[in-house]
């Protein structure tokens, strides 16, 4: 029987040597995610602001237009509001 404890425990401790291992990759996986999901909302939002100033200077440019971005204007990122 001893040698069954034991092959008992060795299996407990590889098991949560292998738990505390997935952990760790979860929790760096998550890190990463949440990094490169900041990286993309700041260059979304740098681009949103781009947007919003070639509109502004068109506005400028023809104070005759009603002032609105175009409905389907390719030219601005998915997202930004007009």
Do not use: I, N
């Not at 260059?43 to 005759?64: I, M, V």
């Amino acid at each position: 029987m001893p040698g069954l404890h034991r092959a008992v425990l060795l299996r407990a401790a590889a098991a949560a040597l292998a738990l505390g291992a997935a952990v760790g990759a979860h929790t760096e996986v998550g890190q990463a995610l949440a990094k490169r999901g900041a990286e993309r909302a700041v260059r979304d939002a740098y681009a949103c602001a781009e947007a919003a100033r070639w509109d502004a200077a068109e506005r400028a440019a023809h104070p005759h237009h009603d002032g609105r971005a175009d409905l389907f204007d390719p030219g601005r990122p998915p997202g930004c509001r007009s």
